[in-house]
């Protein structure tokens, strides 16, 4: 593979490395070993750690990990602000030109945020909330079945394009067929016409495992977090009144937040953060492997290099030293 880029990319100067993947896989552990290596920069792409005062169950890197390496995009969010997609991928390309480094390693586990930074948002408005409202009491009521039949029979080049098991994206495409009152083939016809390129020169890593190797350290992810106070720091959320905040509906807050009000035991609460995490996971995983130019590395351990990650550091490698 030789380095020839675009001209206009190269000018940019930036090169940029997508670091994502279910949670607990070692995302930013790896990123921040190749970081350290290339003198790069770290951006979050999370969509809880990118909050103030949700730290514990956020599992955000740690402070002596950003004083390694320039992190950028965490803790900016305060309360009552919640972020939205669209205006997380405004900060993005505002922050990326700013930056001293060249070598940017972008990491999370929120696939649509990474779908949004690369290709952009789709042209539509804000769902209103009595409209997701109705959406959520229609899928209660006739379930994801009747609604995949609704969609096939009045967007079919869509419905053909996606599972009658695909939950979210039948949701998804209710929601926006509703709201927009046109199909979703429609707005995705108008989305490309209007869409632009990724503007810097872009490869992509995705850190996973297998089923047990996450399960155990999910357990281990999650004891921690318990021992280190996270139910504390969820008393002292919800004792400023921000029980309602996005953030804390999140898994590992709102397993917390019901153990609190509704007076469970800690071996519940344990487990239910254990399950929901691997709920997360199985989501995060289906997501990322559809996109088949990211370059997985499986059951990744910081002291182990199998023959896989040896090949993707060696185009790494080339990635970041190539210069046309």
């Not at 070692?26 to 103030?52: E, F, M, P, T």
């Not at 209007?194 to 281990?220: E, N, R, S």
């Not at 995490?277 to 002291?303: E, G």
Request: aromatic letters at 12%; proline letters at 3%; hydrophobic letters at 35%.
């Amino acid at each position: 593979k030789n380095c020839l880029m675009e001209t206009a990319k190269e000018k940019l100067g930036k090169k940029i490395i997508f670091v994502s993947g279910p949670t607990a896989a070692g995302k930013s552990q790896w990123a921040l070993q190749q970081a350290l290596k290339y003198q790069g920069a770290i951006v979050n792409c999370d969509s809880v750690q990118l909050y103030r005062e949700v730290d514990i169950g956020s599992s955000k890197p740690s402070a002596s990990e950003r004083n390694l390496v320039p992190h950028y995009l965490y803790d900016y969010v305060s309360f009552p602000t919640e972020m939205t997609a669209g205006q997380f991928c405004r900060d993005f390309f505002e922050l990326i030109p700013t930056l001293k480094e060249s070598v940017i390693f972008v990491v999370g586990g929120t696939g649509f945020y990474f779908q949004a930074i690369e290709q952009g948002m789709y042209p539509v408005k804000t769902v209103k909330e009595e409209v997701k409202s109705k959406i959520q009491e229609d899928i209660i009521k006739l379930g994801f079945l009747k609604i995949y039949d609704w969609l096939k029979e009045r967007d079919p080049e869509y419905a053909a394009k996606i599972s009658v098991n695909d939950h979210y994206r039948i949701e998804r495409a209710y929601e926006l067929m509703i709201s927009e009152g046109r199909s979703v083939t429609d707005i995705q016809r108008e989305f490309q016409a209007q869409a632009k390129k990724f503007p810097y020169p872009l490869l992509k890593v995705g850190i996973t495992g297998d089923k047990d190797f996450l399960l155990k350290k999910v357990a281990h992810r999650t004891e921690k977090m318990l021992n280190q106070g996270l139910i504390e720091e969820v008393k002292f959320l919800l004792s400023q009144g921000y029980g309602s905040w996005a953030p804390l509906s999140s898994v590992g807050y709102k397993e917390v937040v019901e153990f609190l009000e509704q007076g469970k035991d800690l071996a519940w609460l344990s487990e239910e953060v254990v399950k929901n995490t691997m709920k997360l996971i199985k989501k995060q995983k289906t997501w990322f492997q559809r996109d088949k130019a990211i370059k997985q590395i499986n059951n990744w351990a910081p002291s182990e290099s199998g023959d896989i990650e040896k090949n993707i550091l060696a185009e790494l490698d080339r990635f970041v030293t190539c210069s046309g």
